[in-house]
């Protein structure tokens, strides 16, 4: 299981040191922020995940868990989020910490179940804990990734990339986004203790 973190934090710090256009990805809920205190609800959904499965928002009822927003042809800030994302997945793993993962694709036409579940295993994904969603519209990513996470999702075609935010949003049992964490930040070790005290408490 470290063997395993440290290969992704590896593939992560080099990867980060190539992508320059990090500071286009902006989210209004500024990553390491407490959120509890402002009553921001995620949206009801129904998506397909990496291996076919209906999933929805009632599916995630009663348990936390850490939401991203990611694409498998992201030539930038994806290629250290979701090494990130992997590595606080097996810290957590190893802490014993009840909490589930799901990364919504803001590039749903091209990103079928079958990519997203090559992407995952790309990079280590625990597929019991972890869905990747897709099967919804641009359109209503957009309006989804805004009404949820206070975050913007709008294509950049001089980059040919799509801007979202870089945050992990870690949403409660009742579907509350309690706090937020900076998934660039390769230290996933470090705060990986938060996470786990806020979902223990």
């Known amino acids: 299981m ?5 290969q992704i934090m590896l593939v992560a710090c080099v990867i980060a040191t190539l992508s320059g256009c990090g500071w286009l990805y902006e ?3 500024d990553s390491g922020s407490d959120l509890s205190g402002q009553e ?13 499965e209906t999933v929805t928002n009632e599916d995630l009822e009663g348990t ?9 042809r992201c030539p930038s800030v994806c290629n250290t989020m979701t090494p990130n994302m992997s590595s606080l997945q097996a810290e957590l793993e190893e802490r014993e910490a009840d909490i589930q993962f799901v990364s919504f694709t803001v590039d749903p036409s091209f990103d079928t179940p079958e990519r997203l579940h090559e992407y995952g295993e790309a990079y ?3 597929f019991e804990t972890w869905d990747f969603l897709t099967g919804y519209s641009d359109e ?11 975050s913007v999702v709008q294509e950049d075609p001089e980059a040919n990339d799509i801007i979202h935010a870089t945050s992990f949003f870690l949403v409660n049992e009742k579907g509350q986004v309690v706090h937020t964490f900076d998934g ?9 203790g938060d996470v786990e005290a806020i979902v223990e408490d």
């Open 2 to 6: 470290r063997m395993r973190r440290l």
């Open 27 to 29: 989210s209004e809920a």
């Open 40 to 52: 921001l609800y995620v949206e009801e959904f129904e998506a397909e995940n990496e291996q076919g």
């Open 64 to 72: 936390y868990w850490m939401a991203s927003m990611v694409f498998t």
């Open 124 to 126: 280590h994904a625990d």
């Open 140 to 150: 209503w990513i957009s309006d989804f990734a805004e009404a949820s996470f206070q």
């Open 184 to 192: 660039m930040d390769t230290d996933t070790e470090g705060y990986a």
